[in-house]
């Protein structure tokens, strides 16, 4: 691994046309040729370049992330974070996309997501080892088959173990922290993996202790027997619930604020009139004023400009400000 000079630096004679292609699809990349050429080398097929985010969120918006990691086995994530802490290389950590706003402008340097590590299995009778990557329904679902509950929470929630720890993600009827005995992690600055108990999780609503410094890379879930036709009784009549409630066939985040203590940002935000606000193709939803969904070709800034509208109107008419569930990440810069 060659890491002296890993940002910015284009290689003498590099690609007059291949420059310029690159120039033209993200133009704020940091990556030089020769750390474009060294990450190719480390990651073959387990990376793109000036990859659109949009095409990595359920909301469907985000510019190009400079390099897009799909690392598929934890060893190998390893070698990407200690090669770019070596060369100064800033790591964002993605999951499923499924409750991420990524800027216009994207993403410098490395987007890491944890979607390859899928592995998964029942041990010790009624626990579940799963990597990060694995998706919320195939949990749930090897929890059904194995007749193991406590897991059924996650009926209808979209997204990866990784996001779902760090969010602590969950519905009326439970969140990862109910079931969550272990959680493994890799250190951006160094490589190293830290495990944490439960306690040491920091597990609250919608949020977690869990440090923006590392990469989670794997979870221990501890579930209790149960019948699989109670099991099933239950996610069928969360999902039914969801149906009823929630926006269909709609690019978006699910709930783009968290709810204050006692009430619900979705009731305080139609009782504000804010129901059907538009900004350009971003709009809140008049199935449910706590979807801010994307339309049709709706940028970040559209859907920030309205999550700023609604929660000015929100703080003016019931004078509470609503916190974002919904995590922003990539660059401020103006779209290039
Ligand atoms: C239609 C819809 C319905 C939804 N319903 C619910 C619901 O009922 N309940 C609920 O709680 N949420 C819900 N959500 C939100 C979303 O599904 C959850 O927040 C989910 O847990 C996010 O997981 P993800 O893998 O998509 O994470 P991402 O959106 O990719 O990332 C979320 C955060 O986690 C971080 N992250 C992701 N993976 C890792 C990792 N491996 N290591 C370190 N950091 C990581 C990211 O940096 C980011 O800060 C809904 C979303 C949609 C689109």
Known sequence: MDDDVLIGDEEPGADADGVAAVAAANPRSILGDHGRAALRQLLGDDLRLDEPMRRHTTVKIGGPA????????VERLVALV??????????TVVGGG???LVRDAG?????????????IEVVDGTAIEVEAGVSTGKVLSLALKHGLGGIEFLGGVPG????GLIMNAGTYLGEFKDVTAAVESVRLADGATVRRDNAECGFRYRDSDLPPTEVVVGARLELRPRPRAEIEVEVRSLRQRRAERE???????????????????GRLIEAAGCKGWQVGDALCSPVHANWLVNVGAATCTDLLTLIERVRARVADVHGVMLQLEVKIIGDQAEPG
Do not use: E, Q
Not at 82 to 91: D, F, K, S, T
């Open 66 to 73: 400079d390099g897009f990691a799909m690392p598929s086995t």
């Open 82 to 91: 200690r090669w770019c802490a070596a060369g100064g290389v800033p790591i």
């Open 98 to 100: 499924s409750n991420l």
């Open 107 to 119: 993403v410098r340097g490395v987007v890491l997501n944890t979607g390859r590590l899928r592995r």
């Open 160 to 163: 990866s173990v990784g996001g």
């Open 247 to 265: 926006p269909k066939k709609v690019a978006s985040n699910g709930s783009t604020f968290k709810n204050p203590p006692g009430d619900f940002a």
